[in-house]
């Protein structure tokens, strides 16, 4: 479990190494106000340098940061977070990969120094390496999206949803993998606004653990499996979704096709699949704000291949 105390501590430990990222007012819509969260500029192109520092900077600062640096699973963000962090201290880092992670990943990866390492085809294949990788060398282990450090260093960016809006906002959109991201933003943001987790109607990991009442195992496909295709969900993001009363909602391949096609023709914003997710829900009507709603929609990364939208 994590909480907004914790978030606030993120934010102080983390200020200096990660942006703060612009909103944007847009028309609304079906909204009474709506925002973009443009977390697409952050460093290494996703929301995820706010959990790896935050976790990479704790491990330093208590003296648990060891000799064999960082060893991490990823679908590619998290690796990059993670690569890029373990640089900005001085340390190595080996981050493993499913063998379909997207080129312009793998290459950004090798870019930032990091030893890459590609198995299987899904993430819980890569995790499974990783953590035996971590155990054997006794490198600090990184998980993507279930750590407290991880999640509470994402919350931050609810905190600056917060502040840059004046409080204002009544929803947050915001796509679901593992559920870091909206485990960070529902603590930060319990009793101010309501979370929205959306998700692929083929990966529906946050939807399923409610029905459930535990996280439990999914079958992993589609457009956006390469940065929403965790096979179930974190147990802190459960628990922060039960306790604040996160809301699913799933859209179609189609529609986050249609809703990443509409961000570069309307606004030049070049999202991955999984990000323009959170758009989809409203362009569909899978969310349906009422007419006075004051919504924000996180844009939560960029690590794409761009060529199909021109």
Same mark, same amino acid.
């Given at each position: 479990?994590?909480?907004?105390?914790? /978030?606030?501590?993120?934010?102080?430990?983390?200020?200096?190494?990660?942006?703060?990222?612009?909103?944007?007012?847009?028309?609304?819509?079906?909204?009474?106000?709506?925002?973009?969260?443009?977390?697409?500029?952050?460093?290494?192109?996703?929301?995820? %340098?706010?959990?790896?520092?935050?976790?990479?900077? =704790? %491990?330093?600062?208590?003296?648990? #940061?060891?000799?064999?640096?960082?060893?991490? =699973?990823?679908?590619?963000?998290?690796?990059?977070?993670?690569?890029?962090?373990?640089?900005?201290?001085?340390?190595? @880092?080996?981050?493993?990969?499913?063998?379909?992670?997207?080129?312009?990943?793998?290459?950004?990866?090798?870019?930032?120094?990091?030893? /890459? /390492?590609?198995?299987?085809?899904?993430? @819980?294949?890569?995790?499974?390496?990783?953590?035996?990788?971590?155990?054997?060398?006794?490198?600090?282990?990184?998980?993507?999206?279930?750590?407290?450090? +991880?999640?509470?260093?994402?919350?931050?960016?609810?905190?600056?949803?917060?502040?840059?809006?004046?409080?204002?906002?009544?929803?947050?959109?915001?796509?679901?993998?593992?559920?870091?991201?909206?485990?960070?933003?529902? %603590?930060?943001?319990?009793?101010?606004?309501?979370?929205?987790?959306?998700?692929?109607?083929?990966?529906?990991?946050?939807?399923?653990? #409610?029905?459930?009442?535990?996280?439990?195992?999914?079958? +992993?496909?589609?457009?956006? %499996?390469?940065?929403?295709?965790?096979?179930?969900?974190?147990?802190?993001?459960?628990?922060?979704?039960?306790?604040?009363?996160?809301?699913? +909602? #799933?859209?179609?391949?189609?529609?986050?096709?249609?809703?990443?096609?509409?961000?570069?023709?309307?606004?030049?914003? =070049?999202?991955?699949?999984?990000?323009? =997710?959170?758009?989809?829900?409203?362009?569909?009507?899978?969310?349906?704000?009422?007419?006075?709603?004051?919504?924000?929609?996180? #844009?939560?990364?960029?690590?794409?291949?761009?060529?199909?939208?021109?």
């Amino acid at each position: 479990m994590i909480d907004r105390l914790d /978030v606030e501590a993120a934010a102080r430990r983390v200020a200096g190494h990660v942006r703060r990222t612009p909103v944007t007012e847009v028309e609304p819509g079906p909204a009474g106000r709506m925002w973009l969260k443009l977390e697409l500029v952050q460093h290494t192109g996703s929301f995820k %340098a706010r959990g790896a520092f935050n976790h990479v900077l =704790a %491990a330093r600062d208590e003296g648990r #940061l060891p000799g064999a640096g960082v060893v991490a =699973a990823s679908g590619g963000n998290a690796g990059l977070a993670f690569a890029y962090a373990a640089a900005e201290v001085g340390a190595p @880092a080996e981050v493993f990969v499913p063998e379909t992670a997207p080129a312009v990943k793998v290459a950004r990866l090798r870019a930032l120094g990091a030893t /890459v /390492v590609q198995v299987g085809t899904r993430y @819980a294949e890569a995790q499974d390496a990783a953590t035996k990788r971590a155990a054997d060398t006794g490198a600090l282990f990184c998980h993507a999206y279930d750590l407290p450090e +991880v999640c509470a260093g994402q919350g931050t960016l609810g905190l600056e949803i917060s502040e840059q809006t004046g409080g204002e906002v009544d929803t947050v959109l915001i796509a679901v993998g593992g559920g870091g991201l909206m485990a960070g933003v529902a %603590a930060a943001l319990a009793g101010t606004a309501r979370v929205v987790g959306v998700e692929p109607e083929t990966i529906p990991t946050l939807e399923r653990a #409610l029905h459930a009442g535990r996280p439990v195992d999914v079958d +992993v496909s589609g457009i956006a %499996a390469d940065s929403l295709g965790a096979t179930r969900l974190g147990d802190i993001a459960f628990s922060v979704a039960s306790r604040t009363g996160v809301q699913p +909602v #799933l859209v179609s391949d189609e529609a986050i096709i249609e809703a990443r096609r509409h961000l570069w023709a309307e606004y030049r914003l =070049a999202v991955e699949h999984g990000t323009a =997710a959170a758009l989809a829900a409203l362009r569909t009507g899978a969310y349906r704000p009422s007419p006075d709603e004051r919504v924000m929609v996180v #844009l939560c990364g960029a690590n794409t291949d761009p060529s199909d939208l021109t």
